[in-house]
């Protein structure tokens, strides 16, 4: 016999009902490729635990792993020693509740937009209808509505990316992954769908993971900010960002992060004398 109470004790105690938490887990993660039969070691040591609703920002060097990083957690790539954990289960491989926008929008020519948000929906067992819903509902959300009949090369850069956006949106996973999507856009049109990206996210509940090489970028989204030094690529620094930081890029909390976090990847940051005349040039971009 059960020692546990029964759920349907007719009393008016109530028992907690165990939500599972989606955390992601990373615990001791080490890989290594092969290159013209030299080994290389690419992760090192990475302990990285994500709490459902994050926004981390990852920034480190060209080559520093970031991208395999998020290799390894969308579960495209099983060979690596130490683990990677959702909700306490190893990744096994891809799955609806990760998904991924990469720098390029990938969208296929020969489809509409909607046609290239829908194709997402292929796996998901929603009816017809349903699903008509949802691409509406993410094409509204990135501000596409009017343009849901359009092809790809009938949109802008930060049109079809927008795209992308909803597409990696409308199976509403709870991992967004997000690999330099903003790094090809226009400075412009980059800082409008930077606070489309927060808001977004925020809508959506997602847990978002962001790799950019963009410093400013990183600390106006990031709840955290991980910053990975390269071979092998490790975490140097996994900061929290305060919202205050966050909320307003010419805060001074904003600007202490960013030369912080600039500092840490060997970024020089001139100091500015008392008539505002500075020496030497930063540059919020990591190369
Ligand atoms: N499939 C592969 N086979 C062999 N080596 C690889 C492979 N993919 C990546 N690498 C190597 O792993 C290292 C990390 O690459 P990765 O693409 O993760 O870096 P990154 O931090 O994303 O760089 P960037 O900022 O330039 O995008 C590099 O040295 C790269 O050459
Ligand atoms: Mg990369």
């Not at 105690?13 to 030299?38: M, Q, W």
């Not at 501000?143 to 990316?161: E, R, W």
Request: proline share 7%; charged share 25%; aromatic share 4%.
């Amino acid at each position: 016999m059960s020692a546990l109470p029964s759920p349907t004790a007719p009393d008016d105690r109530v028992f907690p009902v165990e939500t599972p938490s989606p955390t992601l887990r990373i615990r001791g993660l080490d890989k290594h490729f092969s290159v013209n039969g030299e080994r290389i070691h690419v992760l090192s040591g990475i302990d990285l635990t994500i709490a459902p609703g994050e926004f981390v920002a990852i920034v480190g060097a060209s080559g520093c792993g970031k991208s395999t990083l998020l290799r390894l957690i969308l579960g495209l790539d099983l060979d690596h020693r130490g683990s990677v954990e959702l909700d306490g289960k190893p990744v096994r491989g891809p799955g609806l509740d990760r998904s991924i926008v990469f720098q390029d929008h990938r969208l296929l020519p020969w489809l509409t937009a909607e046609r290239n948000v829908a194709a997402a929906l292929l796996r998901s067992g929603l009816s017809r209808a349903e699903k008509d819903r949802t691409v509406r509902e993410h094409l509204a959300l990135v501000g596409l509505t009017d343009f849901a009949g359009a092809y790809p090369g009938q949109l802008s850069g930060g049109m079809a990316q927008r795209v992308a956006i909803a597409r990696a949106l409308v199976n509403r996973p709870r991992f967004l992954l997000l690999d330099e999507p903003l790094g090809a856009l226009d400075a412009l049109t980059r800082l409008r769908l930077q606070d489309e990206l927060k808001r977004i996210v925020r809508h959506e509940g997602a847990t978002a993971v962001l790799v950019t090489h963009d410093v400013d970028e990183a600390v106006y989204l990031g709840n955290r900010v991980v910053i990975m030094h390269p071979r092998p690529g490790r975490i140097a620094e996994d900061i929290h960002v305060p919202e205050a930081a966050r909320a307003d890029r010419s805060s001074p909390e904003f600007v202490a992060l960013r030369d912080h976090v600039l500092e840490r990847l060997g970024v020089h940051i001139p100091h500015v004398g008392p008539h505002g005349d500075s020496h030497g040039g930063a540059v919020a971009a990591v190369p």
